[in-house]
């Protein structure tokens, strides 16, 4: 008779297969931590049994997986001995049960991601998705919830990011029915470090010992790992305890404590204790550097005295990390974590056997190979079913859309959620402190850093569009790194590297696997066609909930590298130049960029039909192009063509320079086409520009001028319709105030 009923470890996430498969590699039976251990390690937030065989595609996810390469985040050289390393992770689930706890100790993980490569964080952003939230799109007490959770996420990011003093530069929002039930949050962080100084998590040294850094260990966050691995269900609310809570203050003297103890040099390797807490960092230190662990949990610092080993082993509380100094200079690093008032204490040391032996009032509560946590979890290979709505799609037909106003559509699409000003959102995060912010959000595509010291600076964004990703799985991937390195190319940083976000409903359901494996498809061929490789990631799935599965929503970081960050450029033109549209497509499908575009979304309340493909060879030869010219200053301002089409990026341009706009497009759907690969770019040197965009064998074609006139007139096919300036920022900036007011 098996020592725990299937009701004790499905509880846990474990099936009864994975019970089985833990009692025949443990040849006995798991005890009640042990079975806990193996359950968090074995989730899908920890354990990838799911997305792994997928994610092989990515080359440096394989090099990782095989045992070289990534850390807890990838590393791109900015010269000099200077590098960059950048990850983003999700949070979920815990975000729509306590959304401010939720959203700050997302920001808290991420920053530690980073800390523990040796890095200095620099750079926060966010890419966040929602239910709607005006009156009448849902049932009223749904609209309530997603209002709820969008004040309070904003707020957590903020109330976080503020404190722990770590700028949030940049991010996206987005908002569709089918978050309305499990919204996301993700959060990136992006670090400084010198190339020499990079960290590891892999454990060695027999003898040395096992350092516990940071807050006490309470009853926070317990099964967090298994919580952020399962569906929403009835009693989401009940696993309030599942969330962590989040200290800023401490999480920035930790940041100053540990980089202070690596410049010691007597760190041998950190990681943080975040999903999982204790189990992970033990256990995956271990595993990675082929030792054992003795550790005694009486030792370890507690909120509550009567917590059980059971719990510490699997409390996510928050600002913790483990450290394994050289023997007989960990009093070195204890000294400096002190000396910024923070707990370090030793609580065991690296053994020679390879096994991790975990005791509680002086009894054995867990001893286990932990190569056999990491290297053993199973592995599914799901069915993948293509949905019928896909099918259905290819046949998309715009011109059967009735006539509309282009007055009335770009101001109703500029006051859509989607696309309005996120200025509520953005101004309650300093984007300022550390003062290394060149280009701060809403004055450019993209955030531009001068990191103190550097040689050079660089740009970042994050990007993401679900609509695109559903209507076209592979193309949807491909897009979302495209329009992410595009948007960094517009300031004239190089795109050189990516780390993904990969939000999903459960991949168990065929067309969700599908979904997935065609996004990384994209994402793969993109970031493998643009130089600009995936260094790190995260994967979530089973976001959904009884209203149902999210859309299928990959978002994209890219950093790119700045040779000069302060010529950074922004989206602002100079009155009296010209406008030119430089294009890597020399035609459209037969959905004409409208299908699955916010044009047929907010104006016909329909989505159908394919996002248009990107040329992705093109694509990377126009990043080169804006760099050249801005390099060469032959351009003011750059803007990409995305939602909403290039109605939407004058617009946002004239809006941006307080300058007017005369521009001119044609065809039906010429203003509101969403057309991958063009950037509209401001100049007073139209030859220069042009000579050089022959050269690259991208099209820059001639829009039109900017001019003192506060308004901007668009000319399509002989109709002229103009906006004031006040007309567009009134529709542009108010839209969140009258929706939450």
């Known amino acids: ?19 089985k498969l833990i009692t025949e590699l443990l040849k006995r039976e798991p005890s009640y931590t042990e079975l806990g251990m193996f359950a968090v390690m074995w989730s899908e937030h920890c354990g990838y049994k799911y997305s792994r065989p997928v994610l092989a595609r990515f080359k440096k996810y394989k090099e990782a997986i095989e045992g070289s ?26 975000s729509y049960v306590e959304p401010y706890q939720g959203a700050a100790t997302g920001v808290g993980g991420i920053i530690r991601d980073i800390l523990t490569m040796g890095a200095r964080p620099v750079a926060m952003l966010n890419s966040l998705r929602f239910g709607p939230l005006e009156k009448g799109s ?89 919580f952020a691995s399962e569906t929403f269900g009835e009693d989401s609310e009940a696993k309030r305890p599942n969330v962590q809570i989040g200290d800023p203050f401490a999480e920035k003297q930790l940041i100053e404590a540990t980089l202070e103890a690596l410049k010691t040099g007597a760190v041998v390797a950190i990681q943080d204790m975040g999903a999982a807490g204790l189990t992970c960092s033990t256990i995956e230190m271990a ?61 065991g040391e690296v053994t020679a056997d390879g096994i ?154 065929p067309h969700v696997y599908w979904q997935f494996a065609e996004a990384v498809e994209g994402i793969a061929e993109a970031s493998e066609a643009l130089d600009a490789p995936v260094i790190s990631g995260n994967v979530s799935f089973y976001n959904e909930s009884e209203l149902g599965e999210i859309p299928p929503t990959p978002m994209i970081g890219i950093v790119g590298i700045l040779d000069d960050p302060n010529q950074a450029i922004g989206m602002s033109p100079r009155c009296g130049e010209s406008l030119i549209l430089l294009s890597t497509l020399s035609g459209l499908s037969s959905h004409q960029g409208i299908g699955a575009s916010s044009f047929a979304a907010f104006i016909h309340g329909i989505e159908d039909g394919y996002p248009e493909a990107p040329d992705l060879e093109k694509e990377k030869k126009l990043y080169v192009l804006l760099c050249e010219l801005a390099k060469a200053r032959h351009i003011t301002a750059a803007h990409d063509v995305s939602d ?46 042009q000579e050089l ?32 300036i006040e007309e567009l920022r009134n ?10 007011n």
């Open 69 to 94: 390469g990534l850390e807890n985040a990838g590393v791109v050289p900015l010269g000099d001995g200077y590098a960059l390393t950048m990850k983003v992770e999700s949070h979920n689930h815990p």
């Open 138 to 226: 849902a049932p009223d007490e749904v609209v309530k919830k997603n209002r709820y959770l969008f004040e309070h996420v904003v707020e957590g990011i903020a109330g976080y990011g503020n404190c722990v003093g770590v700028p949030t530069v940049a991010g996206e929002v987005n908002f569709h029915p089918n978050y309305s039930g499990n919204p996301l949050v993700n959060a990136m962080c992006v670090g400084v470090l010198k190339m020499d100084e990079v960290t590891t998590a892999a454990a060695s040294g027999v003898g040395n010992p096992v350092l516990y850094l940071g807050s006490s260990t309470g009853r926070d966050g317990i099964h967090g790992a298994t």
């Open 1 to 19: 008779m098996p020592a725990f009923t299937p009701e004790v470890y499905t509880s846990m996430g474990l099936n009864d297969g994975e019970y």
């Open 356 to 509: 991790v032996t975990v005791t509680r009032h002086g009894e054995i509560i867990a001893q286990v190979d932990p190569t056999l946590l990491t290297d053993h979890c199973p592995v599914y290979h799901s069915e993948q079913q293509i949905p019928e709505y896909f099918t259905k799609a290819s046949s998309f037909d715009p011109n059967t859309l009735p006539e509309t106003q282009t007055k009335s559509d770009l101001l109703k699409l500029l006051g859509s959620p989607d696309i309005a000003s996120k200025r509520y959102v953005f101004r309650q995060y300093d984007q300022q402190v550390q003062t290394q912010t060149v280009l701060i959000a809403g004055a450019a595509d993209a955030a531009a850093i001068a990191p103190s010291g550097a040689p050079k600076g660089f740009s970042v964004k994050i990007d993401g569009n679900s609509r695109w990703t559903r209507q076209h799985p592979r193309r949807g991937g491909q897009l979302a790194v495209a329009e992410a390195a595009r948007n960094v190319a517009c300031t004239g940083a190089l795109p050189v590297a990516a780390t993904d976000g990969l939000n999903f409903g459960s991949p168990q359901q």
């Open 731 to 740: 529709t542009y900036e108010g839209c969140f105030v009258r929706l939450l």
């Open 644 to 689: 909403g089409g290039i109605a939407v990026t004058l617009a946002e341009m004239a809006m941006a320079s307080n300058n007017g706009i005369r521009a001119s497009v044609s065809g039906r759907f010429g203003p509101f086409a969403e057309v991958p690969g063009n950037v509209v770019v401001s100049t007073s040197n139209r030859d220069a520009v």
């Open 287 to 347: 595993s990675q550097g082929g030792v054992g662990m003795s550790i005694n949990l009486d030792l370890v610092p507690i909120r509550e005295s009567d917590m059980s080993g059971y719990e510490m082993m699997l409390s996510e509380s928050q600002e913790r990390m483990l450290a394994i100094p050289e023997k007989g200079r960990e009093q070195e690093v204890i000294d400096v974590f002190h000396k910024w008032g923070i707990h370090a204490v030793v609580i």
């Open 693 to 724: 965009a022959n050269k690259f064998g991208i099209q820059a074609v001639f829009l039109g001028n900017v001019n003192e006139t506060p308004e901007f007139q668009l000319d399509n096919d002989g109709k002229s319709t103009a906006w004031t």
